[in-house]
């Protein structure tokens, strides 16, 4: 069974420059969540869908951040415009459903770097 | 969810039982115990989960006690392999990551 795919691995931008990510979960797997993590702390949720619905996206900067996921399958993460606190590990993870979502998969995450 | 303590930092040595606490005092009836881990630059990985009851899988066994306002989390013969974050998340249905337990495994 294939894993949960992240593109790029790693990204440097300057700061108020855009940048995507691009997620592509375990097959069939109805739930995908964008976590954010910092250097030193745990995974921060960032946003959850359900199919292509959004269940959670209470702690997603939306002045700046936007998620999307057509389809229900794929999804992207998008920054317009960066901030230096934006350097972090960007993680998606995947779950069969919201009900058994006790068991996250995640992916490799993208290392953003904003200068 | 609830607030989780964990010590910031423990160590094992190889084929010893690690033995990793977790501190849960607010957790509420109906929200589970979850435990992942992280390996330096991967992202987290399931290890287990309980309600009430001790729970065993080919990875961990998960102690919670009666009370159920802490738990253990066992990894009965540690490798190399296991050096990791391990975060311990109370809650029902939503994952609220804290710093988690820096496990060293040395030989």
């Known amino acids: 069974e294939a894993g949960v795919a992240q593109s790029p691995r790693y990204k440097i931008i300057e700061k108020r420059q855009s940048v995507a990510f691009w997620c592509n979960p375990i097959?069939?797997?109805?739930?995908l969540y964008w976590y954010q993590q910092i250097l030193g702390q745990g995974p921060k949720l960032l946003i959850q869908?359900?199919?292509?619905?959004?269940?959670?996206d209470s702690q997603l900067p939306k002045d700046r951040f936007s998620a999307e996921r057509l389809k229900g399958v794929d999804s992207t993460l998008k920054i317009q415009p960066a901030k230096l606190e934006d350097s972090a590990v960007y993680l998606c993870?995947?779950?069969?459903?919201?009900?058994?979502?006790?068991?996250?998969?995640f992916g490799p995450g993208t290392r953003l770097t904003v200068t | 969810d609830a607030k989780t303590t964990q010590p910031p930092s423990m160590d094992c040595a190889e084929g010893r039982a690690a033995n990793l606490p977790c501190n849960h005092s607010t957790i509420s009836g109906n929200e589970y115990v979850y435990w992942y881990r992280q390996i330096h630059s991967q992202g987290p990985q399931y290890i287990i989960h309980?309600?009430?009851n001790n729970e065993t899988n080919e990875m961990a066994s998960l102690i919670i006690t009666e009370d159920r306002k802490s738990s253990t989390l066992i990894l009965p013969h540690a490798t190399l392999r296991d050096t990791a974050v391990y975060y311990c998340i109370g809650g029902y249905s939503t994952l609220t990551f804290g710093k988690g337990t820096m496990l060293l495994v040395s030989p």
């Open positions: 097959s069939g797997h109805a739930t």
């Open positions: 309980g309600l009430k």
């Open positions: 993870a995947s779950s069969p459903s919201m009900r058994d979502n006790y068991e996250q998969y």
């Open positions: 869908f359900q199919n292509n619905g959004v269940v959670d």
